[in-house]
């Protein structure tokens, strides 16, 4: 069954390469998965090879990430490890849920990559053009046994409003939330009450952009159980980077 944006769309005209940033557990300081980003060829930045894209070349785009991501996580050996792989895909992209994952799962199965270890994330900074669509998308990709992350909570276009259409398996906070919450009362009490809602719905919060040392001991004494960032691992161009566990001091106290 073909989909039919990437049949009727323009063929890719371009290549690109994948980084990969650790996602990690703060009970075992292990990742709990690793995040594919885009990177150019030489390990240019996002930017440039997202200045490519188009609205003719962007259903083959979104299709080439999932693949590239798989490729080259199973070349650097994360099949070897118990991590995940968090796959970062455009929703808007996607024309029929089942028709546009054909093609992952074909490439999950040449390399014999267990789709219950692949999460797909979408952010809440890509304007939903259809939130029916999105959770029809999330409905049928966990029916299909993968995990589903919502990107950038608490900074863009959806908010509380798409989660109480589905509930995803990860909430990841926008490090706009996290960024200073060491030192800030108002940033503490909104991802406090994120984390206590998130608990309620059975969905686990991510911290992204962590990057200092007394930022991870507020989050983890909000009850933060995962983290990403700076200050954990950078992202590895083509490879896995290896978690680099801080001291965790105390938490500072509030400007």
């Known amino acids: 069954m073909a989909?039919?944006?990437?049949?009727d769309g323009r063929a890719l005209d371009f290549d690109f390469s994948m980084a990969f940033q650790p996602i990690v557990d703060l009970a075992t300081m292990r990742p709990y998965a690793y995040e594919a980003l885009i990177r150019g060829l030489n390990g240019e930045g996002a930017a440039?090879?997202?200045a490519r894209v188009t609205p003719d070349n962007l259903y083959a785009f979104d299709q080439?990430?999932?693949?590239?991501a798989i490729e080259?996580?199973?070349r650097a050996g994360i099949l070897e490890t118990g991590a995940r792989l968090s796959i970062n895909f455009l929703p808007n992209a996607v024309?029929?849920?089942?028709?546009?994952i054909q093609?992952?799962?074909?490439?999950?199965?040449e390399l014999d990559f267990p789709t219950d270890r692949l999460v797909f994330e979408f952010t809440e900074n890509e304007?939903?053009?259809d939130p029916d669509h999105v959770a029809s998308i999330a409905a049928a990709y966990h029916k299909m046994g993968f995990g589903i992350a919502l990107d950038d909570f608490g900074a863009g276009h959806a908010g509380l409003g798409l989660l109480a259409r589905f509930q995803p398996d990860t909430v990841k906070l926008d490090m706009e939330l996290v960024r200073g919450i060491d030192a800030s009362l108002p940033r503490r009490v909104i991802v406090g009450g994120i984390v206590d809602m998130c608990r309620k719905l059975g969905i686990a919060v991510v911290a992204e952009g962590v990057e200092t040392e007394s930022e991870l001991a507020a989050l983890r004494a909000l009850g933060i159980g995962y983290a990403q960032g700076y200050?954990?691992?950078r992202p590895g161009f083509e490879h896995l980077p290896a978690v680099t566990p801080p001291a965790v001091p105390e938490v500072a106290a509030a400007a």
């Open 3 to 7: 989909c039919t944006g990437c049949r």
């Open 231 to 233: 200050l954990l691992g």
């Open 127 to 129: 304007q939903m053009l």
């Open 103 to 109: 093609l992952t799962l074909k490439t999950a199965r």
């Open 95 to 100: 024309y029929s849920p089942v028709a546009c």
């Open 72 to 74: 080259l996580a199973a």
């Open 64 to 68: 080439r990430c999932r693949v590239r």
């Open 48 to 50: 440039e090879v997202l």
